[in-house]
């Protein structure tokens, strides 16, 4: 067993509010400069639709993740062998090019034209489209961060039509749903995943990305990084961007200034619907290609199973020997993101059939009910006499959902959303009907005590409580005086081979303080 430290986090999809203040503490922080107009660290985007950049969801396009090889030890990068990326490394044929973030580009309006001395005797004044790159003025706005928003698109002639999460259903399924009776959308806040097996510290050929020690956050060393780009390629999720003044990748760096200090990320901060949680966890490393490698119906499960009770003494003594905090096993402990993900199993990886083991969940959301189809004014109720719906009454069909957050299977966004149902209809009982009804409970698997700690977290909560962040850090690593910079996966080794290996092209390890 080697266990690792890393900062997770679980987004309540329940209560977002889609209002992008998340987006906007991001934005004018960290990418608010020329070279990063393009770059949305943190992005929301309205389900259904193709997101941004277009389409990053469909891997037959783009090649990102990792795919299963059943007879190996671990996964293989998706974009395809060291001998492909060589050749292609001056020219990438699958990543996804500007006009698939911005149409033609970032742009901003010629707001000096509102206030200027210009003639304008026949209109009033307008603020035309200019571009934030090249200055040129009246572009044509083809496509933006926000394009989709609040379901702009999502029609069955529109770009919602292309979302890849439709695959599994049928064409009359696909168009009853985008139809506008029946319509729906989600909000989908998404940032970097800061995977446990990320596939962007596997593919950069000159060994800059790479995961923290003291707590896997994931990051891009500018001194290193050549611009190859293939961190882009590499992560399914597309959330390294390439900055086109410096000549560099940057990515969201979980705000670690922050996390040293014991504070949430800025965009966690931020965010007035409090959907945001974070705290660490212990996983296995020795487990993750395993993990990687399950079948897709198991691969939710094998996430889950990697990840270690921090109360566990095995664990304990494993932890101790890698010289891990007292302080950060206290916080494990304490770690909501621990109940939400393992105990009570209502927090899902975001495509985990990208294999990349992210360490950012969903609680996937519930929604309005449909109206009866005879037009009469009820609805359909759990077994005939609760006020709650059941799965089949929600607007946004669990096949839906099950494409994001299981592979496609229905049970594990089944189970968290009966238990979301389940500790709604508790509370029911008690506070309107004045007797516990502990039989809904048992029924999906939870106790009394589960039901109020999960009501006290997603209601409730206090800060403290749902930012559970160790301010203790570690510039040693387990095993020696030294910190693993710039590993890179560039070859067909396994993952559970990446930390410990240097990079193909400038291997090597920095002794701290030199």
């Given at each position: 067993m080697q266990v690792k430290q890393q900062m997770a986090m679980v987004f309540n999809l329940d209560k977002c509010l889609g209002c992008n203040t998340c987006t906007l503490a991001c934005k004018n922080i960290w990418t608010n400069r020329e070279g990063a107009e393009y770059m949305f660290w943190n992005n929301v985007e309205t389900k259904p639709g193709i997101g941004y950049p277009k389409q990053w969801e469909n891997q037959e396009k783009y090649r990102g993740g990792w795919k299963r090889k059943p007879s190996a030890d671990g996964p293989a990068l998706n974009i395809g062998s060291r001998f492909w990326m060589m050749i292609n490394l001056f020219y990438n044929p699958v990543m996804p090019q500007m006009d698939e973030y911005y149409g033609k580009g970032p742009f901003t309006f010629t707001y000096e034209d509102l206030h200027s001395d210009k003639p304008t005797k026949f209109s009033q004044p307008v603020a035309r489209p200019k571009s934030q790159i090249t200055g040129?003025?009246?572009?044509?706005?083809?496509?933006?961060?926000?394009?989709?928003?609040?379901?702009?698109?999502?029609?069955?002639?529109?770009?919602?039509?292309?979302?890849?999460?439709?695959?599994?259903?049928?064409?009359?399924?696909?168009?009853?749903?985008?139809?506008?009776?029946?319509?729906?959308?989600?909000?989908?806040?998404?940032i970097c995943n800061h995977?446990?097996?990320?596939?962007?510290?596997?593919?950069?050929?000159?060994?800059?990305?790479?995961?923290?020690?003291?707590?896997?956050?994931?990051?891009?060393?500018?001194?290193?990084?050549?611009?190859?780009?293939?961190?882009?390629?590499?992560?399914?999720?597309?959330?390294?961007?390439?900055?086109?003044?410096?000549?560099?990748?940057?990515?969201?760096?979980?705000?670690?200034?922050?996390?040293?200090?014991g504070q949430p990320p800025a965009c966690f901060h931020a965010c007035p619907g409090r959907i945001r949680y974070m705290g660490p966890l212990l996983y296995d490393m020795d487990r993750v290609p395993e993990a990687a490698n399950a079948p897709e119906e198991?691969?939710?499960?094998?996430?889950?199973?990697?990840?270690?009770?921090?109360?566990?003494?095995?664990?304990?003594?494993?932890?101790?020997?890698?010289?891990?905090?007292?302080?950060?096993?206290?916080?494990?402990?304490r770690s909501s993101v621990y109940r939400m993900v393992k105990d009570w199993e209502i927090a899902l990886p975001l495509h985990p059939e990208f294999?990349?083991?992210?360490?950012?969940?969903?609680?996937?959301?519930?929604?309005?009910?449909?109206?009866?189809?005879?037009?009469?004014?009820?609805?359909?109720?759990?077994?005939?006499?609760?006020?709650?719906?059941?799965?089949?009454?929600?607007?946004?069909?669990?096949?839906?959902?099950?494409?994001?957050?299981?592979?496609?299977?229905?049970?594990?966004?089944?189970?968290?959303?009966?238990?979301?149902?389940?500790?709604?209809?508790?509370?029911?009982?008690?506070?309107?009907?004045?007797?516990?009804?502990?039989?809904?409970?048992?029924?999906?698997?939870?106790?009394?005590?589960?039901a109020r700690d999960m009501h006290r977290l997603l209601a409730l909560a206090h800060f403290h409580e749902r930012f559970v962040i160790p301010t203790t850090r570690r510039e040693r690593t387990a095993n020696s005086p030294y910190i693993e910079r710039g590993f890179s996966g560039f070859s067909e080794m396994t993952p559970s081979d990446a930390p410990r290996r240097r990079s193909f092209f400038h291997g090597r390890r920095e002794e701290v303080g030199s």
């Open positions: 040129e003025e009246d572009i044509a706005i083809e496509y933006a961060v926000n394009w989709e928003d609040n379901g702009a698109g999502a029609t069955e002639d529109g770009l919602g039509g292309m979302d890849v999460n439709f695959s599994n259903m049928t064409d009359v399924e696909r168009k009853a749903l985008l139809s506008f009776r029946d319509s729906f959308i989600m909000y989908l806040p998404r995977c446990m097996n990320a596939p962007c510290v596997a593919a950069c050929p000159s060994g800059a990305a790479y995961k923290r020690e003291e707590d896997g956050v994931v990051l891009i060393d500018q001194n290193r990084c050549r611009a190859w780009r293939y961190c882009i390629s590499g992560c399914p999720y597309k959330k390294p961007y390439f900055n086109w003044r410096t000549g560099k990748m940057e990515k969201c760096i979980l705000c670690y200034p922050r996390l040293e200090a198991d691969l939710v499960q094998a996430q889950r199973d990697i990840i270690l009770d921090p109360n566990d003494p095995e664990v304990l003594a494993a932890a101790h020997e890698a010289n891990i905090s007292e302080a950060w096993l206290d916080a494990c402990r294999r990349t083991l992210p360490c950012l969940f969903y609680i996937p959301p519930e929604s309005p009910v449909r109206t009866r189809a005879d037009g009469s004014d009820c609805i359909s109720m759990v077994n005939g006499h609760s006020v709650l719906p059941n799965l089949d009454d929600f607007r946004i069909p669990v096949k839906f959902l099950a494409s994001l957050f299981s592979a496609g299977h229905d049970q594990p966004v089944k189970t968290a959303l009966l238990r979301q149902l389940a500790v709604r209809a508790f509370r029911r009982s008690e506070r309107v009907e004045g007797e516990l009804d502990l039989k809904v409970l048992q029924s999906v698997g939870l106790t009394e005590k589960d």
